[in-house]
């Protein structure tokens, strides 16, 4: 057995090779690098940090929930039971195997981001030193877990370790919001861990228990839900608790963008019916886009600020999720519509000075067609940046290049981590510092931008850009 | 208060920073930066030229009209009134501060070709030595007023100054096209400057103006417009009298590329039901789509070149559009099909002789994977180069590289400005003829092409593909 | 007349132009650019190798078969009939002449592939050392033919020359595979030739010969087709003829992707109309989608590999067509959908372990947003590398950016030359190969892949991918 190969982060890992080129770069780099963390949009579960959770183990911390790492392995022909994923019986010796399972396919991550940000982990977090490998994997594992059993590693300190000064979870619209009220009511906690107001099942009338959803959100609202009047108040009325505890945006994900509002006594008729379960798929449809008009419209009333993240097929692989459930990696894009499907909101409240509305999207082809003119024309739009398959350094180098030419870079969002794998977000904020730092020293160097503009630039999308657009 | 930051022109702006690239890139460059300009398609008013104006002061010159500069604002914030916009009441005053605005937000067009192009223009053409900025707006503002007032600055002189040897502007059917008669017959003005057969809105049935247009074509052509007969000669009348006034091509931007012939019968029904104000929508845009067919069919008995603008939803605030007018930046593109939608009129026509149709797009996915291989079959199928929103370094170099391997560089139409902003013209020509040379020099470096064909190819997509494609 | 220019081939052709980079790509290129090639899917016609035949003229041999070749010409002026397209009747001087107006038209090809490949050839097969120009086209043309009147060019010779291993020809379902066998038989013959079920136009009952087809294939497998289960044993049994004559891959090019399945008495009620002729057009269509899912199923049982080649308006201009016959390099692409379109096949066998299904595609927007997350989930499909218009170094190194991030590298297919250009095809394997060598550099020098990986890599991709993805 030969010795292990070493592992190591580069300090120029993701710059341009040009050494003009490569030390713009750097000192564009070096002067946000040690900026605090602003995540307005995450998956992190807020009971982790209400409670100051310990972490128990390597696999359910770095694999068992987090899609991006479970799924690649799942194409290499790994079964997903044999990485946790929908058990709870996981022993010591199950989750050994699972994490020797992802040293035997490190190969497979080679030239994707989830490799890159799993190495910033093993380095920077848990001091590891060498390859992942067969013959590695429980020399890893055992580090890890010691690192994952010390004290000095529980949620809270992480943030304060990661220095994550703003963190948004995503929340159903009826929760209590019990943890974030413990966070806000906490003295010795200084960070601020808001929700995210997401209800996109509540407004699709198609699903099989939207009519049950209705009910506990009339419940939660103490709202009427007789008709669609009532069903928008207690809608509004779960908004203004969010907002009450610190939630500064809503978050939506459907199938399409479309915006369309219907003639209101329409709307009720068709809400009346779905009530009944009587509304046709048209008719649901109809009805859902209808619905999120009402979010862009009670938007500009209380001030949150929309994030979109359209057209995925969720659990494209049904035997998949009978098994597993939702959430483990066989969610598919598909193209997306922009201009005409937002249009209805936008003639509606365009230029209304109340409304922020982010667009993401997985389709890289709106980005210089839909995204960036209708950013730059529009006062309340801004180009969220790459998000899920597209946070990554080739992809978030097209966006810069596709959008920038046609918005600049004060109408895009600011960096937005959208992950669930509380380790990795270091990793993602700082990747996405390198990958700003080398588009403007591109520009830069080609003489199209002052290196003192671009400093200033870099430290706006650090800071600013998440500031304005999510009215911190 | 510190010193202004000055603001110059780097000799080696856009070309690529490895040393050798570069070195290729110039010579490159060198050889083709001092030819006249060719500008086959604008939107300058040719009352300009043939009144030879002096223009009144820098907002109305550099501003109000040119929706890039606006539409970026409006985007920050800035209401388009205080820059102009759908207002005859500017005072000194008024633009000035107007000025004031554009210096303010300069940081929002960072890595913009508008401000490439502004830059240009303040050092190139009013000798600006500093940055815009909040300090430097009324000194730059009174430098421009002092070139603006001086003798030596008009329309004309511009012309001569700029190298203007071909400049197309764009116009209505039923224009009497008196200023290009009167430059054609003025024996002191030795460009050309020729008008396009621009016939949008009377091929669109389903205007509400529709029939007024109609109309309008009839008294213009004398044709009678009884039947589809008669309107196709009054068209076909109009274009001989723009060609009478030197036209060589006519522009189309419809919503789609459809071309789809009806039965000449049934078309007739339609558009005398459409004089009724009785056709259906789906009747109209059958009709609108039949006439282009014809329009294609015309251009080969008559020869004027095709370029065709489509996919774009115009006056995508309606808000907007009723207070300010048309074009002030609210044109949002959509997505296009080529393939298909081309495909009843390349059926007809595509390898017939006279024809030569251009083909432009806002939506980058077509280049590489409809117009591309269509311009490398049909003989009379051109890629136009990038357009609007596209008109932008990394835009044109994706173009580049999308469209040459399947079409080469002779299927491509050579550079159009498409601007009504009448001082970035150089700017905008030079900047084509950098992103040119940085695209051969890569091929050049990469052993792909040999430096001698290199130049060759440079040359040809300055002068000689504009005057193959355009029939100069 | 000047002195012929030279031709050669730069050693470091394609690599970038960095220093340090390159050096790291000649190292990965120099590791693999030796080894034998797989081509697992091309047009080459068996019946070459089986009999060795002898080339005639360099025309027949690199102009009127290849419609990369004429179509550039085509489009730059050139009658299809003065390139033997279409003829059986060119003589010797039609043959010259042919070649000459290849060498007038040698600079529309700059930039392009066909250029790349074409030089490759002339100075690595042929020996050529000058450009082809007119002054130089009879030149050549005397050093080719000499070369093809050369014993030691057979067919045979140059599969050993090339070093071929293996190379899948396309065939049709009804074909008896004669020379496969007798290549499969003599045993001096040593290189792997197999066939590859085509099976197309037998799944579109709207065609109009499509109910002689079926008869056909009845014959041909001697299964009785007088209803749908009869139809689909007689394609069974044809996949599992040509699995006995060696093939390991079913080839399916499609307008769509669609693979919903119809209920089977409703399939069954709908073939019975097609064969009456009495099938509605939607309904052929869904017959056509239903007959591919069950391709898919019988591959899980016989194990053949489907290559999808989808989205293509074959036969765009008639009048060609007509006169022509297909092929000629009028068929255009158009945009294509993955995620819905395969569901319901992926669906039903997605994890099976049985299926490998690539798919290739000419729309690159399927890359990012639907093919790599496909590949990245399902253990059963795979991004086929760039086709046709995409194989060109430009496509390829953007579709390794796009689909490695979410799919790495064992997700793809392996080089895939798909030509019926047999002197391409070395040119076209080391082209993939110094690309794969850039983009593996790009990720070395940019720290985001330790060199021993990059070179484990390339090796993969040239030996292991394509005998994974094609179970060789």
Request: glycine letters at 4%; aromatic letters at 8%; hydrophobic letters at 40%.
């Amino acid at each position: 057995m030969s010795a292990p190969i070493s592992l190591s982060l580069h300090p120029d890992r993701l710059f341009p090779v040009d050494a003009s080129t490569r030390d713009v770069a750097r000192r564009l780099y070096e002067s946000v690098k040690d900026l605090p963390i602003i995540s307005p949009h995450s998956h992190v579960p807020p009971q982790w940090i209400a409670d100051d959770v310990a972490f128990s183990d390597p696999t359910s911390l770095l694999i068992t929930p987090d899609h991006y790492v479970t799924r690649m392995m799942h194409a290499n022909g790994v079964r997903l039971d044999d990485l946790g994923v929908g058990r709870n019986d996981m022993t010591a010796d199950d989750s050994r195997a699972a994490f020797r399972l992802l040293c035997e396919h490190w190969g497979d991550y080679a030239g994707t981001p989830v490799r890159y940000w799993l190495e910033n982990e093993l380095v920077d977090i848990f001091g590891v030193t060498v390859r992942p490998s067969p013959e590695t994997a429980d020399q890893i594992y055992d580090a890890i877990q010691a690192w994952v059993g010390d004290g000095a590693n529980t949620a809270r300190k992480l943030m304060e370790r990661f220095d994550i000064a703003v963190l948004a979870t995503t929340d159903d619209p009826c929760d209590n919001l019990e943890h974030h009220a413990a966070l806000r009511d906490d003295a010795t906690f200084t960070r601020r861990v808001v929700p995210t107001f997401r209800p996109d099942k509540y407004l699709e009338p198609a699903r099989a228990d939207w009519n049950q959803l209705v009910d506990d959100i009339s419940r939660a609202s103490g709202e009427a839900v007789d008709d669609l009047p009532g069903f928008l108040n207690a809608l509004a009325n779960r908004r203004e608790y969010f907002k009450a505890h610190g939630a500064f945006s809503s978050d939506h994900s459907h199938f399409d963008l479309d915006t369309t509002r219907l003639d209101e006594a329409e709307a009720n008729r068709i809400y009346l019916a779905a009530r009944r379960g009587a509304a046709s798929a048209d008719e649901a449809t109809a009805l859902r886009r209808h619905l999120v008009w009402h979010q862009v419209r009670m938007a500009t009333e209380d001030g949150l600020v929309l994030t979109l993240h359209p057209a995925v097929v969720r659990n494209h692989h049904t035997p998949t999720f009978e098994k597993y459930g939702a959430d483990v990696g066989a969610d598919i894009p598909v193209s997306v519509e922009v201009s005409r499907a937002l249009r209805p909101a936008l003639e509606s409240f365009g230029t209304h000075p109340n409304l922020n509305l982010v667009i993401f999207t997985l389709d890289e082809t709106v980005f210089s067609r839909e995204i960036a003119p209708l950013a730059g024309f529009y006062p309340s739009v801004f180009a969220g940046v790459p998000w899920w398959f597209l946070d990554a350094p080739d992809a978030i180098k097209r966006f810069r290049r596709a959008v920038t030419e046609t918005a600049g870079f004060t109408r895009t969002s600011g960096f937005i981590d959208d992950t669930r794998a509380f380790c990795s977000i270091p990793a993602r904020h700082d990747m996405s510092r390198r990958l700003d730092a080398c588009h403007l020293a591109d520009l830069v160097v080609e003489h199209r931008l002052a290196e003192d503009e671009a400093a200033q630039i870099i430290t706006s999308l650090v800071v600013d850009q998440p500031r304005k657009v999510f009215k911190l």
